[in-house]
T-cell receptor, first 115, second 112 residues
């Protein structure tokens, strides 16, 4: 079965600094990988995804992530943090089953942005 | 989010009572999911559906049942609510594995 590990339940950065949120996955087959963002009292929103092709994927709000198969990683980055980036971020991997599929989520990383 | 709604948004219920949460979509997506979100656990899958009357269990299905009699509705029932089922419940839909999910706004359930 697939699993996802997010390193660090909380990350704090200064406004304008690099954002790096770490995600490692376990998968026996080439995975579909996702990052979601959740703002307070809202549902999750898809930030970006890797399916096939280019290993560096760009998402909304200036975020990007790089799929590294050799490291089983899919870390999320943004060159310059903005106050509006403060939220919780979830890494996720798709897991196939007979008849359907499901997505396995990491425990989440809460990003704090300091002025 | 547009195309998916959850009801109710908030509910307080007593231990031992049955509770039904509803997820309604207007996107005609085949796949629907129920997750619960608890601090420190991220999202955990309760049940999912890959078509009308086709459902399967997730990792935390004990105490929950689901039904999907038509494409647009996916119901989650807590057969006899317990305090451990106090949580925020999210429904999600998708066209297929590589699309990613669209989430509802969630239902905050408190069992007292």
């Amino acid at each position: 079965a697939q699993s996802v590990t997010q390193l660090g339940s909380h990350v704090s950065v200064s406004e304008g600094a690099l954002v790096l949120l770490r995600c490692n996955y376990s998968s026996s087959v080439p995975p579909y990988l996702f990052w979601y963002v959740q703002y307070p009292n809202q549902g999750l929103q898809l930030l970006l995804k890797y399916t096939t092709g280019a290993t560096l994927v760009k998402g909304i709000n200036g975020f990007e992530a790089e799929f590294k198969k050799s490291e089983t990683s899919f870390h999320l980055t943004k060159p310059s943090a903005h106050m509006s980036d403060a939220a919780e971020y979830f890494c996720a991997v798709s897991d196939q089953n007979t008849g359907g599929f499901k997505t396995i989520f990491g425990a989440g990383t809460r990003l704090f942005v300091k002025a | 989010d547009a195309g998916i709604t959850q009801s109710p948004r908030h509910k307080v219920t007593e231990t031992g009572t049955p509770v039904t949460l509803r997820c309604h979509q207007t996107e005609n997506h085949r796949y629907m999911y129920w997750y619960r979100q608890d601090p420190g656990h991220g999202l955990r899958l309760i049940h999912y559906s890959y078509g009308v009357k086709d459902t399967d269990k997730g990792e935390v299905s004990d105490g929950y049942s689901v039904s999907r009699s038509k494409t647009e509705d996916f119901l989650l029932t807590l057969e006899s609510a317990t305090s451990s089922q106090t949580s925020v419940y999210f429904c999600a839909i998708t066209q297929g594995e590589w699309y990613g999910y669209t989430f509802g706004s969630g239902t905050r359930l408190t069992v007292v």
